[in-house]
């Protein structure tokens, strides 16, 4: 404890305390106080109260938050957004019996932009695969993806896979609709491929190899790396820029503050469109990840499937037809062009479309080497 003597610290307090018995607990514990932030309460708050400390209404020149605050002021909401708030600035924030830190982040010295989400199968992979299709345009792009069933050294992907190649991968045990390959397949720009185990509230990983598929991809020198999260997993990159993908309202927040304050742009449930990455003939079928709104193609859709995390669901969708429209997703490749191969039904892959979403709102946020 005696090592905390010289760090600076913020208390969070509260008017449901008296003041005597805040001034005695701040002086009681190890720190260098710079102030105490007044949360709220009013029930034994009296004018002129004297806590030891300046009330102050930031955080200041701290290094620590510490929450000397309680039910009924702060309830596990609001102590999530005063974590989120300190988080953000790159302070612990401890109570009683908690504590959180700031993610640890390497630093990165290319133009880069993390894609983050609040969760899984909220667009996130298809935002940054879009974007890495709008940035091949005019500029040299490499993308780093990390997931949760990539390769245990990273993986550089440089010629867009087949489907006939993802399906070799699927059978030799590899995880054919990693995001890296999907990415790789759908954006056509070298992707990399690693991948992370274990996830924290403000979205830490527990042990990953993406510190050195960034390495990897600054020794390309492309003009922009584009780093893909991995569910609400944030790349332990210290990127330029960050792109926040939300998903559904009723989420209970958590640290979704903490992304969106520390997030350049925010895409609020993005809507997806299935776009074909060739024309579709004959009868189709189509397999999903979510988007089930068909009514734009130009083919006779015969069957729609949502169940490509679901195999057995999955498995009974296998109808006859002449196309499988599929997304890299789940079981889309071990299952559904597996079964589609061997039978000669053509398989198109998906890419998603951002509707709604210019361009131009897209490209601002990436930053230009100097």
Same mark, same amino acid.
């Given at each position: 404890?005696?090592?905390?003597?010289?760090?600076?610290?913020?208390?969070?307090?509260? *008017?449901?305390?008296?003041?005597?018995?805040?001034?005695?607990?701040?002086?009681?514990?190890?720190?260098?106080?710079?102030?105490?932030?007044?949360?709220?309460?009013?029930?034994?708050?009296? %004018? *002129?109260?004297?806590?030891?400390?300046?009330?102050?209404?930031?955080?200041?020149?701290?290094?620590?938050?510490?929450?000397?605050?309680?039910?009924?002021?702060?309830?596990?909401?609001?102590?999530?957004?005063?974590?989120?708030?300190?988080?953000?600035? $790159?302070?612990?924030?401890?109570?009683?019996?908690?504590?959180?830190?700031?993610?640890?982040?390497?630093?990165?010295?290319?133009?880069?932009?993390?894609?983050?989400?609040?969760?899984?199968?909220?667009?996130?992979?298809?935002?940054?695969?879009?974007?890495?299709?709008?940035?091949?345009?005019?500029?040299?792009?490499?993308?780093?993806?990390?997931?949760? *069933?990539?390769?245990?050294?990273?993986?550089?992907?440089?010629?867009?896979?087949?489907?006939?190649?993802?399906?070799?991968?699927?059978?030799?045990?590899?995880?054919?609709?990693?995001?890296?390959?999907?990415?790789?397949?759908?954006?056509?720009?070298?992707?990399?491929?690693?991948?992370?185990?274990? $996830?924290?509230?403000?979205? $830490?990983?527990?042990?990953?190899?993406?510190?050195?598929?960034?390495?990897?991809?600054?020794?390309?020198?492309?003009?922009?790396?584009?780093?893909?999260?991995?569910?609400?997993?944030?790349?332990?990159?210290?990127?330029?820029?960050?792109?926040?993908?939300?998903?559904?309202?009723?989420?209970?927040?958590?640290?979704?503050?903490?992304?969106?304050?520390?997030?350049?742009?925010?895409?609020?449930?993005?809507?997806?469109?299935?776009?074909?990455?060739?024309?579709?003939?004959?009868?189709?079928?189509?397999?999903?990840? *979510?988007?089930?709104?068909?009514?734009?193609?130009?083919?006779?859709?015969?069957?729609?499937?949502?169940?490509?995390?679901?195999?057995?669901?999955?498995?009974?969708?296998?109808?006859?037809?002449?196309?499988?429209?599929?997304?890299?997703?789940?079981?889309?490749?071990?299952?559904?062009?597996?079964?589609?191969? %061997?039978? $000669?039904?053509?398989?198109?892959?998906?890419?998603?479309?951002?509707?709604?979403?210019?361009?131009?709102?897209?490209?601002?946020?990436?930053?230009?080497?100097?």
């Amino acid at each position: 404890m005696s090592s905390l003597r010289n760090v600076r610290a913020v208390a969070l307090i509260d *008017g449901e305390h008296y003041a005597p018995v805040v001034r005695d607990a701040l002086a009681a514990l190890p720190y260098e106080w710079e102030g105490a932030i007044l949360v709220g309460g009013t029930e034994k708050l009296r %004018e *002129g109260a004297d806590y030891g400390v300046p009330l102050v209404e930031g955080f200041g020149d701290a290094q620590i938050v510490v929450d000397l605050s309680d039910e009924p002021v702060l309830g596990p909401r609001e102590r999530f957004e005063w974590a989120s708030r300190a988080l953000a600035a $790159g302070l612990a924030y401890v109570g009683a019996d908690f504590r959180f830190d700031p993610p640890e982040l390497e630093p990165f010295e290319l133009p880069s932009v993390s894609v983050i989400g609040t969760g899984k199968r909220v667009g996130k992979t298809a935002v940054t695969t879009h974007l890495a299709r709008l940035l091949a345009r005019d500029r040299s792009v490499v993308v780093v993806a990390m997931g949760r *069933g990539g390769p245990p050294e990273p993986e550089l992907v440089e010629t867009p896979p087949s489907v006939e190649d993802l399906v070799a991968l699927s059978r030799l045990g590899r995880h054919a609709a990693s995001d890296h390959l999907e990415i790789a397949a759908l954006a056509g720009v070298p992707t990399i491929g690693c991948r992370r185990a274990g $996830g924290g509230l403000a979205g $830490g990983v527990t042990v990953s190899n993406v510190v050195e598929g960034a390495r990897l991809a600054a020794e390309l020198r492309p003009d922009v790396v584009l780093f893909d999260g991995s569910g609400a997993a944030i790349p332990p990159v210290a990127t330029s820029r960050r792109l926040l993908v939300t998903g559904v309202a009723e989420r209970d927040p958590y640290l979704d503050t903490y992304r969106r304050l520390i997030s350049d742009l925010v895409l609020e449930r993005p809507r997806l469109r299935l776009a074909p990455t060739a024309p579709l003939s004959g009868r189709v079928a189509v397999f999903t990840a *979510g988007a089930t709104d068909v009514s734009h193609l130009d083919a006779d859709v015969v069957c729609v499937s949502a169940q490509l995390a679901d195999r057995a669901a999955l498995r009974r969708d296998l109808v006859d037809a002449d196309t499988y429209l599929v997304e890299v997703k789940a079981a889309g490749i071990d299952v559904v062009a597996a079964h589609a191969l %061997e039978r $000669g039904i053509e398989v198109v892959l998906a890419a998603n479309e951002i509707v709604g979403v210019p361009d131009d709102v897209l490209l601002d946020l990436v930053p230009v080497a100097a």
